[in-house]
């Protein structure tokens, strides 16, 4: 499977009908890759928190619709990134949307843990509360975004969902990136499957991003890295590998602490 990670530079001078524009056109230039994935808040900017609401679109707006057709245009599945959703009730959510190949939208999911702790994603925006996968012909998605990468038992949630390969994309500082490696590593250990972790270049609202979007393999090792600035990271990998480690080395089997109850 070949899954292609779009490491954006969010430039503030860049209009986000201008964004949206040069967004389809690297997604379109990946034909031919199983799975293409892209930062969260690619619109707006992570930490352009006074953008939020101003920039908000319905879950079908402009940016669904300029994701779905440069999806079906290049025939591969989409994850899209996040968006500041609005709600019909008013209520802004930082929104993932997962498109199949023939463009239709496949799942979304709202951030469960928003950051900021008092202050930005954190007030602004509501919380999500269900747990997302997506199946593929060849392995079964769990969706994550940026923050949640902290909350190892949110990933749980999605393995016992049938999750084989997580994919997380965020919008990282700089100064943080050592968790950034470190979080993207023990997620892919600790459940066994592959963890894809799409970030974004160059600065938000002043806040320098880290970048460096990362695979990972089911035993923690880098299958690539990409750099700090923007680029598009391409990295091949064996969806079976998942089953095969985890045949091999059956440490889920031995959970005793907040394992989930058989599915009938």
């Not at 890759?33 to 352009?48: D, R």
């Not at 959510?93 to 498109?99: A, E, I, K, M």
């Not at 965020?170 to 050592?178: I, T």
Request: aromatic share 8%.
């Amino acid at each position: 499977m070949r899954a292609s990670l779009i490491q954006i530079a969010v430039d503030e001078g860049e209009s986000v009908e201008a964004r949206r524009r040069r967004v389809a056109s690297l997604v379109r230039d990946q034909a031919g890759a199983g799975l293409v994935v892209l930062p969260e808040l690619w619109t707006t900017g992570a930490f352009a928190f006074e953008e939020f609401g101003r920039e908000a679109e319905p879950l079908q707006g402009p940016t669904y619709e300029a994701m779905a057709k440069a999806a079906s245009d290049t025939g591969v599945w989409l994850h899209a990134g996040s968006i500041p959703e609005r709600a019909p009730d008013g209520t802004l959510y930082n929104t993932s949307l997962v498109f199949s190949p023939s463009g239709d939208l496949a799942a979304s999911y709202r951030k469960i843990h928003r950051f900021g702790f008092d202050k930005g994603e954190a007030v602004l925006m509501g919380a999500g509360e269900e747990l997302v996968t997506v199946r593929l012909p060849d392995t079964t998605v769990g969706v994550a975004t940026c923050y949640d990468l902290r909350f190892p038992e949110l990933f749980r949630g999605l393995v016992d969902a049938g999750a084989e390969t997580l994919v997380v994309p965020a919008g990282w500082p700089e100064r943080r990136r050592g968790h950034w490696t470190l979080l993207a590593q023990a997620r892919a250990v600790e459940n066994q499957a592959f963890l894809l972790a799409c970030g974004t270049a160059g600065t938000h609202a002043g806040v320098p991003q880290a970048g460096h979007s990362i695979v990972v393999d089911p035993w923690g090792d880098v299958l690539g890295e990409a750099g700090a600035d923007e680029e598009v990271l391409t990295v091949e990998f064996d969806a079976g590998k998942v089953a095969a480690t985890r045949r091999q080395f059956p440490a889920l089997k031995d959970r005793v602490l907040g394992v989930a109850a058989p599915r009938r």
